[in-house]
C-alpha cells in the first residue's frame, strides 16, 4: 500500500487528505486515528483499480511525477495525498478540464499545471526535471510511444512508470487482449522491464496497467 494510504471494511482504500476538508469530486471522508482520509474510487481512477487489482506500485512521499493525461484532477489529487512532500507535474491539453486541474493545483502546493500534448515534450521540457515516475492515462493511438518518448526525457535512471493503456484507442480490430501483448513487446523490445501486468476489470473495460522499469541503456 501507498503511504499515506489506509485500507477499509470491503475491498475501498483511502488517503490521508493532503487539504482538510476538501472535496475534489464526490469522494467520502473517513477519519481515522485523528486524521481525515478521502475514500479513493476506482471507477474513476485506473491507479485506483490498479492497487485494488493487486498491483504493488512504490510511491514514495517525495516522489516526483510527471502526470501525462491529468484530466481535472481527480486521480492527481490522491497522488498529491500520497506523494505530500513531491511534486506531480500534471500534462493535459484539453481547455475545460484543464481549468478545473488548474484552479486545483491552486490549493494544493505539489501540483504543477501544464497545459500541453504528452506528445509535444519539447513544450514542457523546460518546466519538468528528472522524475522518480511517470503515470500515463491518454486515449491516443499511440500510447506507448508517447509513454517511451516521455520516459526517455524525464524518468531518472532505474525510475518507474505506469501505463494505462486502453486497447480501443489503440486498435478496434484486434481483440483488446493482442493490442496488450503487442504494447508490451513494443515497451519490452524498447528498454523498459515491465514488472507487472493487471486487467482492470470489473472497473475500466479493454484496458491493463503495466507497471515498468526503465533503463536509459535501453534501445
Known amino acids: ?5 489506509i ?37 474513476k481512477s485506473k491507479l485506483c483499480a490498479a492497487i485494488l487489482k493487486g498491483m504493488k506500485i512504490e510511491l514514495k512521499e517525495d516522489f516526483l511525477v510527471l502526470y501525462l493525461g491529468v484530466s481535472s484532477g481527480t486521480t492527481a489529487s490522491h497522488v498529491s495525498d500520497i506523494c505530500k512532500d513531491g511534486m506531480i507535474f500534471g500534462v493535459d491539453p484539453a481547455p475545460r478540464v484543464f481549468r478545473d486541474f488548474y484552479l486545483l493545483s491552486k490549493t494544493r502546493e505539489n501540483l504543477s499545471p501544464i497545459f ?28 506507448p510511444e508517447i509513454f517511451l518518448k516521455n520516459c526517455r526525457a524525464f524518468l531518472k535512471e532505474g525510475g518507474r512508470g505506469l501505463l494505462m493503456v486502453k486497447a480501443r484507442s489503440i486498435d478496434v480490430k484486434k481483440t483488446p487482449q493482442a493490442v496488450f501483448s503487442e504494447v508490451k513487446g513494443k515497451l519490452e523490445s524498447s528498454g523498459m522491464r515491465v514488472i507487472e501486468e493487471r486487467r482492470l476489470e470489473p472497473f475500466e473495460r479493454d484496458h491493463v496497467a503495466l507497471y515498468c522499469e526503465f533503463s536509459s541503456k535501453g534501445k
Not at 124 to 138: E, G, H, I, R, W
Open 116 to 143: 500541453s500534448g504528452a506528445e509535444h515534450i519539447s513544450e514542457y521540457s523546460p518546466l519538468v526535471p528528472k522524475v522518480d515516475f511517470v503515470y500515463q492515462d491518454v486515449a491516443q493511438r499511440d500510447q
Open 1 to 5: 500500500m501507498p503511504p499515506n494510504t
Open 7 to 43: 485500507s477499509l471494511a470491503g475491498s475501498d482504500i483511502a488517503t490521508e487528505n493532503l487539504v482538510l476538508d476538501q472535496k475534489v469530486y464526490d469522494e467520502d471522508f473517513v477519519k481515522r486515528d485523528g486524521k481525515q482520509y478521502r475514500k479513493w474510487n476506482p471507477k
